[in-house]
């Protein structure tokens, strides 16, 4: 299964100490062993661009500055075998420490189905399945 | 009914409390579909009451269900597969207008049009197939995946109560006091996160295990004391849950007989539950331990989890975990056979323990009550009030109420009057208040 792994900063989290920061052992064994796709560090929200259309108009703006002390700082892309083996992984990154880890199961889907017979079939599946 | 039918009744009755689950827990593996499986289980044994009367309780009525649901499951997966084979079929024959697809079997299903296989195909090579690691009950991975930490708390208890223990949704609801549709729909949801999430159908590994089995009992010990303490609803509806409970802890100790606070635990719900008689008198009023009839108390019960205790302690290795240590405790009380003759030196030193591995305000608290009732009245009620000043028990109604069984023991009985009425006004459930008024009433008598 496919997980995306947001690492986010938590300002309940312990202090960052960076001598601890192993990040690099831990991408390591990953990539040994063909576990992560791919990641990267983020630039921070001061550096984020919001793009919208609104009545058919392009709108672009810094941000968005959110309130919030918890941002997203990074990622990764892992594959693996199950949730268990993701919690696993994210158990182990510095930044569970430091932070929290969000654990984002992939949603696979037939890019080329039209949208309309999706959304309609996937209602579906939902009513069925809660009877 | 006759007295054979009764008798095969009986029979399909005591398959489903022994059965269920192993039926239930091979057919998820085998197919992957929570839902199928269960729906396949219940067919067998309503198939079971249609047959056994007239061809006999089977020899082996676990490997009997076992089979009928496994056919059960290969029939639905068969008929799923060909209706999507038609809507494949269908769109095939759209857009080639014949020809290609002559020739393929009628009703054999298509291969999906990606070429990975599709997920009945998946189910249907599994089905049949064994364990990948050998020697593990399905039963278990069915406990560890039911209780899996990434479910909400509600969402474990309810698949625990339902796919392991094969009460109906409706018991459920019944039992936490929910509409039947809300229990249906977090079951559903429950199920759908397992599959979402990528929750795996495995017992977890050695690092992670003793964790997990903690949160596993954890569990088994909130359904039994939704049983136990519930409040409201008849003295059936609580005796249910408290016995799928130890049913389901009786499992866990089968299944893992080496874990010994799974043991423990089922120490304790016995231990607890021997008193459940005695708990609440003919005019459905609450009695304290104090005050119980112990004659009323469940010898068998007792005797089982006294055993449970010696058999441990005749292996000691490691520290006492938590669930040991209020084993112990409630030990102490099956023991006595007055409230006068309890040996609370012991209760307060084995608090001494608990309160060591579990620093929570609610074991503090009954830490100083057994101090308290074990002679050091004074002492006790210090603990009590540096607990209050805490504030970490604030609105607990059992703080001001422990703070006046003490006071009322150094012979205050106005101040312990006046700590029993603000226990009354935080109290919970009309049952604690009348029992606090009562006691209130007693020392107004006796001062």
Known sequence: MEYLLIVATDPDAEPFVPEEDNVGDWVDDLESRGIRIRGQRLRPPTDATLVRVRDGELLVTDGPFTESKEWMAGYDILEVESLDEAIEIASRHPMARFGRIELRPAWPMDVHEP???????????ETAALG | MTHGAAAHHDAVARAHRDEWARVVATLIRQTGDWT????????????????????????NPGAWLTTVARNLAIDRLRRRA????KVREAAALEEVEGGRNVGRRAGAPLPAPDGEPSETDTAFDRLGGESADGGVDDRLRLVFTCCHPALALEARVALTLRTLGGLTTAEIARAFLVPEPTMAQRIVRAKQRIRNAGIPYRVPDAAALPERLGGVL?????????????????????????????????????????????ASLLALMLLQDSRRRARVDAGGELVTLAAQ??????????ASGLAILRSLERRPRGIRGPYRLQAEIAACHAAAPTADDTDFERIATLYDELAALDPSPVVALNRALAHGFAGRAKAGLDELDRLAASGALDRYHLLPAAQGELLARLGRADAAAARLRDALELAPSDAERRALRRRIDELGAAS
Request: overall charge negative; glycine content about 6%; hydrophobic content about 45%.
């Open chain 2, 82 to 85: 060909n209706e999507a084979a």
């Open chain 1, 115 to 125: 949208g309309a017979e999706r959304h309609a079939r996937e209602r579906a599946e």
């Open chain 2, 36 to 59: 199928l499986a269960e729906d396949c289980a219940a067919e067998a044994f309503a198939r079971a009451v249609e047959r056994w009367p007239a061809e006999g309780v089977p020899r």
């Open chain 2, 293 to 302: 009839d112990r004659t009323r108390w469940d010898a068998a019960e007792i």
């Open chain 2, 218 to 262: 954890a569990v088994l010990y909130l359904v039994f004391n939704a049983g136990y303490s519930a409040s409201g609803g008849d003295a059936e509806r609580r005796g249910a849950l408290a016995d799928e409970a130890i049913r389901l802890a009786r499992l866990v100790v089968r299944l893992m007989p080496e874990e010994r606070e799974a």
